[in-house]
């Protein structure tokens, strides 16, 4: 089984900025692509920002210049660097990351969430 460790969530105010990581362990032959999902109170789930093996990036347009996804190969473990919060970025959020197994099965797996609040 594949586990998704989240931790960096809390309470920030409006400019302020938090750093999100997701580590990943368990049976895990290769990760592929790793990304950050968010719901806000009475919203879907949105992808916020994913990064694939090569590097490529992509974030949805509300955070683009504002949150940075990185990741660390070694470490099976997803960064998100949240700059200029706002208070329409409060959400929990949750780390996803596409896992090829042992016997060469893909599969998805979700974090526990972390709750990321921006309020004055």
């Known amino acids: 089984q594949v586990q998704l460790v989240e931790s960096g969530g809390g309470l920030v105010q409006p400019g302020g900025s938090l750093r999100l990581s997701c580590a990943a362990s368990g049976s895990i032959f290769r990760l592929n692509a790793m990304g950050w999902y968010r719901q806000a109170p009475g919203k879907q789930r949105e992808l916020v920002a994913a990064?694939?093996?090569?590097?490529?990036?992509n974030y949805t347009d509300s955070v683009k210049g504002r949150f940075t996804i990185s990741r660390e190969f070694a470490k099976n473990t997803v960064y998100l660097q949240m700059n200029s919060l706002k208070p329409e970025d409060t959400a929990v959020y949750y780390c996803n990351a596409e896992v090829i197994g042992y016997g060469l099965k893909t599969a998805s797996y979700w974090g526990q969430g972390t709750q990321v609040t921006v309020s004055s």
């Open positions: 990064i694939a093996r090569s590097g490529t990036t």
